[in-house]
């Protein structure tokens, strides 16, 4: 293997920091550890082993010199006050000790899950995780897999607990290959000269306004972004193979988010956005329109150390962040005003451009889902009431994710003795944003599996609908409605990007899709709240209102007050004022018919709390609130 490939370069630039599992202090040469067990990955360790030594603006800008430089540009991505690297770090001799625990037993404190000490015991069961992943697929493909595997909860570096070594690693490996592909477009020989490239980070949602006006074609939508992944990879990541890189749809190292929406990282915004305008113009799209946020990050100059070793700080990074959407040719070429619509979505098109299907006057994107059958089939889905489920991210996400970063860091600090501010996040948040994107993908991984617990082998009575960076939907009959939304909540506790939550209750017929601008964002107040729509009428639960429920649900359960006792109550609310009901409880506690705990009472301050008058809402109110206690006490629950 004397003469190594792209591939043997992207693969070792992707494991170039394995040895920090083992030995930290000496983790670049990881060829005699016992990750290298096969003649491939030796050759891989042997090609990392030298990543961190130094760089003269004078050095040739060979493939080693790259991947050297690829570390130290992902290192200044953070433009941290501590990424100065290759320089020996000083600490102030009252947290030396601090510093040395924190090297011996490295902490990670992810965006999602619990926090992690990896002390001697932990990261020796890691390393045996390491060999026997390693050992049994040596490829480009499972390299990756163990980045988001194994190594997506072990962190990169002790000053910087949020942020795991799996994303420095790909992140290096991408930055390796665009590094490599600007020098050789522009001739470039030494390392002082590899300036003005820039990263380009898209987050890319297909046309959500639209979605959320035709939500029952949730099928044809989801279709459609499928496809335009496989666009995006056959016009934009095909070709790479041609320089010496292979890989696969579903592994492709240069994608970090894959859902309704998509992330991926590029070195051409111009070529990214012309490619998704021709996406739109192609003859079977179901999408007019495409949003796009693009954080690009331009290399303005190297920085040099006294001694001439190049490396990266804050000031040699310009970070810019544009939102754009991509339209297609005929929205460009369209001129002046129609009173014409489409009679599905509503928009304005020119008469001669509509197709009639039916009664119905369609524009071309409505009548090709029409034809394809691309509506959302509901039909024995579940009987009776619906759930819609809508979890909305705080956004922006890069502004969340660096909030909820100080936080971690303040955290540990804590923890570990340190003072208040020698911890913090990187300045640029580049990693932040790509590490909150992947623990949000793996907390909505979660819940899928947990909709596929309830639905069962035959799927029915619980779907997830949607995952978009900033929001995810679900749907499910009444009985799992509830039972998911126990686990969600739980769920969202481990989440530190902070969640909204919109639940909407309601019969199979209901439009639903008329009231998603309520669940679509997050809420900048921070509430849960939670709709039961029946006949016209609409009744909001806070959370707070909810948790009541599930505890006068359980103290029901406990005490034995029976469903034909609740459903009793339930009539009476309806036609009876607060103080009217409220005797009737006392009535029936005194007579042993409410229990003979203190459920009576518990159940009379929860129905005080609502927010309810003595009108047919504030009555219809109560008596939902006693109908909700009644369906998820214990005996109700299947």
């Not at 390299?143 to 799996?166: D, N, S, V």
């Not at 955290?411 to 948040?429: D, I, K, N």
């Not at 069962?456 to 009985?479: M, N, P, Q, S, V």
């Not at 359980?554 to 007050?561: G, H, M, Y």
């Amino acid at each position: 293997m004397e003469n190594p490939s792209v591939q043997d370069w992207f693969q070792a630039a992707l494991l170039h920091d394995l040895g920090k599992t083992r030995d930290w202090g000496h983790h670049a040469d990881w060829s005699k550890m016992p990750y290298a067990s096969t003649d491939t990955l030796k050759h891989i360790a042997d090609l990392a082993r030298e990543h961190h030594e130094s760089v003269s603006p004078t050095s040739n800008l060979d493939d080693i010199t790259l991947l050297k430089l690829a570390d130290r540009l992902q290192k200044g991505l953070y433009a941290h006050p501590h990424a100065q690297d290759f320089e020996p770090r000083s600490h102030p001799p009252e947290i030396a000790a601090q510093a040395k625990q924190l090297l011996d037993a490295p902490v990670f404190q992810p965006y999602y899950g619990h926090s992690v000490t990896w002390d001697e015991s932990r990261r020796a069961y890691l390393e045996s995780e390491i060999v026997a992943f390693l050992k049994n697929d040596p490829t480009l493909e499972n390299f990756l897999r163990l980045q988001r595997e194994k190594l997506y909860t072990f962190p990169h570096t002790t000053y910087i607990p949020h942020l795991a070594l799996g994303l420095h690693q790909q992140i290096t490996a991408v930055l390796f290959f665009f590094l490599r592909r600007h020098a050789r477009r522009h001739n470039l020989t030494q390392a002082s000269q590899l300036q003005g490239f820039t990263l380009y980070a898209f987050t890319i949602t297909p046309e959500p306004l639209a979605f959320f006006s035709r939500l029952r074609y949730l099928n044809a939508y989801v279709e459609a972004t499928q496809k335009l992944r496989a666009y995006l990879f056959e016009r934009l990541f095909r070709p790479i193979q041609d320089e010496g890189l292979t890989f696969t749809e579903q592994s492709n190292p240069f994608q970090f988010f894959d859902g309704t929406s998509l992330a991926l990282l590029y070195d051409a915004d111009q070529i990214v956005m012309d490619t998704l305008r021709s996406y739109l113009d192609e003859p079977d799209t179901l999408l007019d329109s495409i949003n796009v946020q693009i954080h690009s990050y331009r290399l303005i100059k190297w920085g040099e150390t006294k001694s001439k070793t190049l490396y990266v700080g804050a000031s040699n990074i310009e970070r810019i962040v544009r939102d754009m959407t991509a339209l297609p040719t005929r929205a460009a070429q369209f001129a002046g005003q129609t009173e014409t619509r489409c009679m599905n979505c509503g928009v304005a098109t020119p008469a001669d451009e509509l197709t009639t299907l039916g009664t119905k006057n369609l524009c071309v994107t409505c009548a090709q889902i029409e034809r394809q059958k691309g509506v959302l089939n509901l039909e024995g889905f579940c009987e009776g009431y619906l759930g819609w489920v809508f979890l909305a991210f705080q956004t922006p996400l890069l502004d969340a994710a660096m909030e909820q970063a100080q936080a971690i860091n303040d955290e540990v600090a804590a923890q570990m003795m340190m003072p208040p501010g020698y911890l913090t996040p990187s300045a640029t948040g580049f990693d932040e944003y790509f590490q909150a994107l992947t623990h949000i993908q793996e907390f909505q991984a979660t819940c899928d599996k947990q909709i596929e617990t309830l639905g069962g082998k035959e799927a029915r009575g619980a779907k997830r609908l949607a995952h978009f960076t900033h929001l995810a939907i679900y749907l499910l009959c009444e009985d799992n409605f509830w039972k998911f939304l126990a686990f969600l909540n739980q769920e969202r506790k481990k989440l530190r990007i902070p969640t909204t939550l919109r639940a909407f209750l309601c019969h199979a017929r209901y439009p639903v899709w008329s009231l998603m601008e309520r669940g679509a964002e997050f809420d900048s107040k921070r509430r849960d709240l939670y709709y039961h729509i029946a006949e016209g009428s609409v009744v909001m639960f806070t959370s707070t209102d909810v948790d009541t429920i599930r505890k006068l649900a359980t103290l029901a359960s406990t005490e034995n007050v029976t469903s034909a006792q609740l459903s009793s109550l339930v009539q009476v609310a309806l036609r009876a004022s607060m103080q009217e009901l409220f005797l009737e409880i006392d009535v029936k506690a005194r007579e042993g018919k409410l229990g003979r705990g203190g459920f009576a009472g518990k159940l009379k301050d929860g129905l005080a709390a609502l927010q309810a008058d003595d009108g047919f809402g504030g009555r219809e109110k109560r008596a939902i609130f006693i109908k909700y206690v009644k369906k998820l006490r214990g005996e109700d629950r299947r």
